[in-house]
T-cell receptor
Framework: GAGVSQSPSNKVTEKGKDVELRCDPISGHTALYWYRQSLGQGLEFLIYFQGNSAPDKSGLPSDRFSAERTGGSVSTLTIQRTQQEDSAVYLCASSLLGGGAVDEQFFGPGTRLTVL | AQKITQTQPGMFVQEKEAVTLDCTYD???????LFWYKQPSSGEMIFLIY??????QNATEGRYSLNFQKARKSANLVISASQLGDSAMYFC???????????FGTGTRLKVLA
């Protein structure tokens, strides 16, 4: 596709369940980012992938959060044993260069997660 | 540590008028980039404009211009001839050369009045 896509667009789950959020970056983009946006807040950095390098997980809020990127393309963000405070919009972005070059990030439409 | 401050949680502007959204930043880096993104109610983040710290001229993109005042560490977004479709949240962000993380402000919600 032409842009970054994310699925599902909305996810409602019960507290304690695991969820998986998917991101398809723009073809050819080497860098992929996950952010979390809580209601009325700016974006909070979660994790960054660049090519085949080890990801920067410094923004993950707890060990219940993990992410992987297969084949340098699709990424999955997994939240285990979800809590109500995990409710937020999870945004994925990709960029062409990453790795310290100041380049534009292209964002997907986000996944709205609601934990009941 | 880097920080972005947007002091206007909400703004109103009359259609066809210009509006300025404020953004100040704090960084000790010499090389950095400043970005503005628009987030309509659909939720998607739309890139508007970029200013590099070494760019001597203010960036412009159509009706958007960035009023970059390096000494004051401000990067205000100016929208000329506002349109109803400009109603959205606007985020200022920065990243330093050598890093890849965006630091976002808390945003300004703009409402354009007919």
């Amino acid at each position: 596709g032409a842009g970054v896509s994310q699925s599902p667009s909305n996810k409602v789950t019960e507290k304690g369940k695991d969820v998986e959020l998917r991101c398809d970056p723009i073809s050819g983009h080497t860098a992929l980012y996950w952010y979390r946006q809580s209601l009325g807040q700016g974006l909070e950095f979660l994790i960054y992938f660049q090519g085949n390098s080890a990801p920067d997980k410094s923004g993950l809020p707890s060990d219940r959060f993990s992410a992987e990127r297969t084949g340098g393309s699709v990424s999955t963000l997994t939240i285990q044993r979800t809590q109500q405070e995990d409710s937020a919009v999870y945004l994925c972005a990709s960029s062409l260069l990453g790795g310290g070059a100041v380049d534009e990030q292209f964002f997907g439409p986000g996944t709205r997660l609601t934990v009941l | 540590a880097q920080k972005i401050t947007q002091t206007q949680p909400g703004m109103f502007v009359q259609e066809k008028e210009a509006v300025t959204l404020d953004c100040t930043y704090d960084t000790s880096d010499q090389s950095y980039g400043l970005f503005w993104y628009k987030q309509p109610s659909s939720g998607e983040m739309i890139f508007l404009i970029y200013q590099g710290s070494y760019d001597e001229q203010n960036a412009t993109e159509g009706r958007y211009s960035l009023n970059f005042q390096k000494a004051r560490k401000s990067a205000n977004l100016v929208i000329s001839a506002s349109q109803l479709g400009d109603s959205a949240m606007y985020f200022c962000a920065m990243t330093a050369s050598g890093t890849y993380k965006y630091i976002f402000g808390t945003g300004t919600r703009l409402k354009v009045l007919a």
